[in-house]
């Protein structure tokens, strides 16, 4: 008896604990990608562990993630668990919108510090505060064809820099199955993570690239590239699996995932590859990925969080996931299990853990990390630098990256200036208001006329009504329309960045510093640059074959219409991705079919999208392509209104085709041309799609776009205030080109009518 009640003691308080939790509302977790569609497995077995708890889970893709956990932050309604990429974790504490869990971690018997790697715990702490738990983790390491390094001298892989050069320098000497020459390993051009690989083995920060360890690093990366033994342009596109079974790449450094689907693409090379810890100098380190889970601030659930967070940290747990998901444990002690025995690939990801770290846990890294990789795609593309000058290059890199880390703090400021502001516009518009009503009736009663006295009797009964018929479309407008045009615009005005977008008296008012820094933004000019040729060539282009394809299709004697206008449209109901899949495999450097026809033509190939000075031509193509059938329709619908009359008494007079295409079409179409002219110009002064699908804007910014550049700053950067910025450049630029248009309109379109 006394036993029993000694028990029922014990339990009161997980009873009342479990009570409170479940009187507070189920627990809200979300989780990304494949993750989010598993992690209710996981809900389920801590359901069972603590009856009257209920969880409910959401799986958000990856492409989505950021910007819905930024809007549900902003929005006050965060979960009260959520998976969080590491290098997402300092934004979201700049935010102020994570729990620190330092006091609970150091009491928790599954969650202690010392339970993580060390390179996957760093991930989580920002500023010296634990502001979560790693989940899972995956780390690089250095997949070999064993059979090829086995037959250049090497049984066993290369073990520091110097066996890593050797090994790829003898690699690149051998051919490929398939008669082609071969590189010794895949490195990427634009690739910092990659790159942090032999900073931080060389002892280097990656926040310092002036320092002599970190221009070492970059002097041994680099080589590889320039002694040819890693690809450049050449290896744009390329199939990896394809090119590691014929030797072509023998050597990529890549994650856990990598493993099986190797198994699956290449069954039939199976004991022919394998996997190893990376080469290194000081150290052999490799970069620590994966997610966390993280507490939201806002959540009312805050211990029940926490024992979840401390339920996925247990190590049977956490062996249990990666039967699941396959995803690398996060415990150094889930490593032990016996799972792991008959694993011995695997198992060199867990070696590798022990020696690994990840990128500074800072708000400006996505911003970092784009500079960095902006200033090795120079350097790589560019073989003519020489040390001078790559030092140079990093000396200025050092530079950005300090600027970049000062300007985006808060700054103490007043929004005094801005009231000042307000007031004399607010003032300038009633005195031009009231001016030009006093004209108005000036110039009425010197005409004689007079102003008849406003009677409200008479409004009503005539006006009232009609104006309350408007009032439903006005409201519609000024919601959707003119309040964010007017907020956008006080947002160019201000600092607005990731600082700031959760606290809103952090944002400063500065004026027009943005469109000052946009003036002197390189960047911005090379955007805007781009933007005008892919405009001033791509229209003709487009306007041209449409008119061509429609004036073709519109002839009498071609049959089968139907079938070609579906056939030549199709391409604008076509998403882009499936366009840019298509268009990547016909610009394959290797395999492509337009360097197919060159090399049958006895021309030289070309890397068409890797290139700096055919990449923009590149995408002019495709987007001629894509987007030609619908002007090519709008122009159909134009010749059918042209009378047949017209043709026949040209014909009669013997007139040519080109003189009736002359002087007949083109003033018959005169009004749709100006229409297809101004809606085509406006459509390719906004190109985003392409480059964004196709080349994010590389190689050295050749196919960045206004739009591009700004959604890098608003989405990517949060640098809200600038982007904001930058979009009422785009607005000015297509208000002259439409202005122009229309001045066009009322000269030379009306003459061709």
Same mark, same amino acid.
């Given at each position: 008896?006394?036993?029993?009640?000694?028990?029922?003691?014990?339990?009161?308080?997980?009873?009342?604990?479990?009570?409170?939790?479940?009187?507070?509302?189920?627990?809200?977790?979300?989780?990304?990608?494949?993750?989010?569609?598993?992690?209710?497995?996981?809900?389920?077995?801590?359901?069972?562990?603590?009856?009257?708890?209920?969880?409910?889970?959401?799986?958000?893709?990856?492409?989505?993630?950021?910007?819905?956990?930024?809007?549900?932050?902003?929005?006050?309604?965060?979960?009260?668990?959520?998976?969080?990429?590491?290098?997402?974790?300092?934004?979201?504490?700049?935010?102020?919108?994570?729990?620190?869990?330092?006091?609970?971690?150091?009491?928790?018997?599954?969650?202690?510090?010392?339970?993580?790697?060390?390179?996957?715990?760093?991930?989580?702490?920002?500023?010296?505060?634990?502001?979560?738990?790693?989940?899972?983790?995956?780390?690089?390491?250095?997949?070999?064809?064993?059979?090829?390094?086995?037959?250049?001298?090497?049984?066993?892989?290369?073990?520091?820099?110097?066996?890593?050069?050797?090994?790829?320098?003898?690699?690149?000497?051998?051919?490929?199955?398939?008669?082609?020459?071969?590189?010794?390993?895949?490195?990427?051009?634009?690739?910092?993570?990659?790159?942090?690989?032999?900073?931080?083995?060389?002892?280097?920060?990656?926040?310092?690239?002036?320092?002599?360890?970190?221009?070492?690093?970059?002097?041994?990366?680099?080589?590889? +590239?320039?002694?040819?033994?890693?690809?450049?342009?050449?290896?744009?596109?390329?199939?990896?699996?394809?090119?590691?079974?014929?030797?072509?790449?023998?050597?990529?450094?890549?994650?856990?995932?990598?493993?099986?689907?190797?198994?699956?693409?290449?069954?039939?090379?199976?004991?022919?590859?394998?996997?190893?810890?990376?080469?290194?100098?000081?150290?052999?380190?490799?970069?620590?990925?994966?997610?966390?889970?993280?507490?939201?601030?806002?959540?009312?659930?805050?211990?029940?969080?926490?024992?979840?967070?401390?339920?996925?940290?247990?190590?049977?747990?956490?062996?249990?996931?990666?039967?699941?998901?396959?995803?690398?444990?996060?415990?150094?002690?889930?490593?032990?299990?016996?799972?792991?025995?008959?694993?011995?690939?695997?198992?060199?990801?867990?070696?590798?853990?022990?020696?690994?770290?990840?990128?500074?846990?800072?708000?400006?890294?996505?911003?970092?990390?784009?500079?960095?990789?902006?200033?090795?795609?120079?350097?790589?593309?560019?073989?003519?630098?020489?040390?001078?000058?790559?030092?140079?290059?990093?000396?200025?890199?050092?530079?950005?990256?300090?600027?970049?880390?000062?300007?985006?703090?808060?700054?103490?400021?007043?929004?005094?200036?801005?009231?000042?502001?307000?007031?004399?516009?607010?003032?300038?518009?009633?005195?031009?208001?009231?001016?030009?009503?006093?004209?108005?009736?000036?110039?009425?009663?010197?005409?004689?006329?007079?102003?008849?006295?406003?009677?409200?009797?008479?409004?009503?009964?005539?006006?009232?009504?009609?104006?309350?018929?408007?009032?439903?479309?006005?409201?519609?407008?000024?919601?959707?329309?003119?309040?964010?045009?007017?907020?956008?615009?006080?947002?160019?005005?201000?600092?607005?960045?990731?600082? &700031?977008?959760?606290?809103?008296?952090?944002?400063?008012?500065?004026?027009?510093?943005?469109?000052?820094?946009?003036?002197?933004?390189?960047?911005?000019?090379?955007?805007?640059?781009?933007?005008?040729?892919?405009?001033?060539?791509?229209?003709?282009?487009?306007?041209?074959?449409?008119?061509?394809?429609?004036?073709?299709?519109?002839?009498?004697?071609?049959?089968?219409?139907?079938?070609?206008?579906?056939?030549?449209? &199709?391409?604008?109901?076509?998403?882009?991705?499936?366009?840019?899949?298509?268009?990547?495999?016909?610009?394959?450097?290797?395999?492509?079919?337009?360097?197919?026809?060159?090399?049958?033509?006895?021309?030289?190939?070309?890397?068409?999208?890797?290139?700096?000075?055919?990449?923009?031509?590149?995408?002019?193509?495709?987007?001629?392509?894509?987007?030609?059938?619908?002007?090519?329709?709008?122009?159909?619908?134009?010749?059918?209104?042209?009378?047949?009359?017209?043709?026949?008494?040209?014909?009669?007079?013997?007139?040519?085709?080109?003189?009736?295409?002359?002087?007949?079409?083109?003033?018959?179409?005169?009004?749709?041309?100006?229409?297809?002219?101004?809606?085509?110009?406006?459509?390719?002064?906004?190109?985003?799609?392409?480059?964004?699908?196709?080349?994010?804007?590389?190689?050295?910014?050749?196919?960045?776009?206004?739009?591009?550049?700004?959604?890098?700053?608003?989405?990517? +950067?949060?640098?809200?205030?600038?982007?904001?910025?930058?979009?009422?450049?785009?607005?000015?630029?297509?208000?002259?080109?439409?202005?122009?248009?229309?001045?066009?309109?009322?000269?030379?379109?009306?003459?061709?009518?």
């Amino acid at each position: 008896m006394m036993r029993r009640r000694a028990l029922t003691l014990a339990a009161l308080p997980l009873a009342v604990w479990v009570g409170r939790a479940a009187a507070e509302g189920p627990l809200v977790v979300w989780a990304m990608g494949e993750e989010g569609k598993k992690i209710a497995q996981m809900a389920r077995r801590f359901e069972a562990l603590h009856p009257g708890v209920r969880i409910e889970t959401q799986a958000v893709p990856w492409e989505a993630a950021h910007a819905k956990l930024l809007t549900s932050v902003v929005g006050g309604i965060p979960p009260d668990v959520s998976q969080l990429g590491t290098t997402w974790m300092a934004e979201f504490a700049a935010m102020g919108a994570l729990e620190p869990v330092d006091a609970r971690a150091d009491g928790s018997a599954f969650a202690r510090r010392d339970a993580f790697f060390p390179g996957a715990l760093q991930t989580c702490l920002v500023d010296g505060v634990l502001y979560g738990l790693p989940w899972y983790v995956d780390t690089r390491v250095l997949f070999y064809r064993k059979d090829l390094l086995a037959e250049v001298g090497f049984p066993n892989p290369p073990k520091d820099w110097a066996e890593l050069r050797t090994a790829a320098r003898r690699l690149a000497e051998q051919r490929t199955s398939d008669g082609k020459k071969a590189y010794g390993i895949a490195l990427g051009a634009r690739s910092w993570n990659e790159l942090l690989l032999a900073v931080w083995q060389n002892g280097g920060d990656p926040l310092k690239p002036a320092s002599a360890e970190f221009a070492e690093a970059v002097d041994h990366y680099i080589g590889f +590239f320039r002694e040819g033994l890693s690809p450049t342009k050449e290896a744009a596109d390329m199939n990896l699996f394809h090119a590691f079974k014929t030797g072509y790449l023998p050597m990529f450094i890549s994650g856990p995932w990598m493993v099986e689907l190797t198994r699956k693409e290449l069954p039939d090379m199976t004991g022919r590859w394998g996997v190893a810890v990376l080469p290194g100098k000081k150290t052999r380190t490799s970069f620590v990925g994966g997610s966390n889970l993280v507490i939201f601030k806002e959540s009312k659930n805050k211990d029940l969080a926490w024992k979840f967070l401390e339920f996925m940290s247990e190590p049977a747990n956490q062996v249990e996931w990666m039967r699941i998901t396959t995803d690398l444990p996060s415990t150094t002690k889930a490593w032990q299990d016996p799972y792991f025995a008959d694993k011995p690939l695997i198992r060199v990801f867990g070696q590798q853990m022990f020696d690994t770290a990840s990128p500074p846990t800072i708000p400006e890294w996505e911003q970092v990390a784009n500079a960095i990789d902006d200033a090795m795609e120079k350097i790589v593309l560019d073989p003519a630098l020489g040390e001078k000058d790559i030092a140079a290059s990093l000396a200025d890199l050092q530079a950005r990256i300090l600027k970049l880390q000062t300007d985006s703090h808060w700054k103490p400021g007043t929004w005094r200036a801005f009231w000042w502001w307000f007031g004399a516009l607010a003032f300038l518009a009633v005195v031009g208001f009231g001016l030009r009503w006093f004209l108005k009736l000036r110039l009425h009663r010197l005409n004689g006329g007079e102003e008849p006295p406003f009677r409200w009797g008479d409004f009503r009964q005539r006006d009232l009504v009609g104006y309350l018929f408007t009032v439903p479309a006005l409201v519609l407008l000024v919601t959707f329309l003119f309040v964010p045009i007017a907020v956008s615009f006080l947002m160019s005005l201000t600092d607005l960045n990731i600082f &700031s977008i959760n606290e809103w008296r952090k944002i400063q008012f500065i004026g027009i510093e943005n469109y000052a820094r946009i003036v002197q933004d390189p960047v911005f000019w090379r955007a805007l640059w781009n933007t005008l040729y892919f405009t001033g060539v791509g229209v003709p282009l487009t306007i041209g074959v449409s008119l061509l394809a429609a004036v073709a299709l519109n002839q009498k004697f071609i049959r089968g219409k139907r079938f070609y206008r579906i056939a030549l449209f &199709s391409p604008q109901v076509t998403t882009i991705v499936a366009v840019a899949v298509v268009w990547r495999w016909m610009y394959n450097f290797e395999y492509g079919f337009l360097n197919w026809v060159l090399s049958t033509l006895g021309l030289g190939r070309l890397s068409w999208i890797a290139d700096p000075h055919t990449s923009l031509p590149s995408l002019i193509l495709m987007a001629v392509w894509k987007n030609f059938g619908y002007n090519m329709v709008i122009f159909l619908a134009g010749l059918q209104t042209i009378p047949e009359s017209q043709y026949e008494a040209a014909r009669i007079d013997g007139a040519s085709g080109w003189q009736s295409f002359r002087y007949i079409t083109i003033p018959g179409l005169a009004p749709t041309l100006l229409f297809v002219l101004i809606m085509t110009t406006i459509g390719y002064l906004q190109f985003f799609a392409e480059p964004y699908v196709m080349t994010k804007g590389g190689p050295l910014d050749s196919t960045m776009s206004i739009v591009l550049y700004m959604y890098n700053h608003g989405f990517r +950067f949060f640098n809200l205030g600038y982007a904001s910025a930058i979009s009422y450049a785009l607005f000015g630029l297509i208000f002259a080109f439409t202005f122009v248009q229309m001045r066009l309109k009322k000269t030379g379109f009306e003459a061709l009518g």
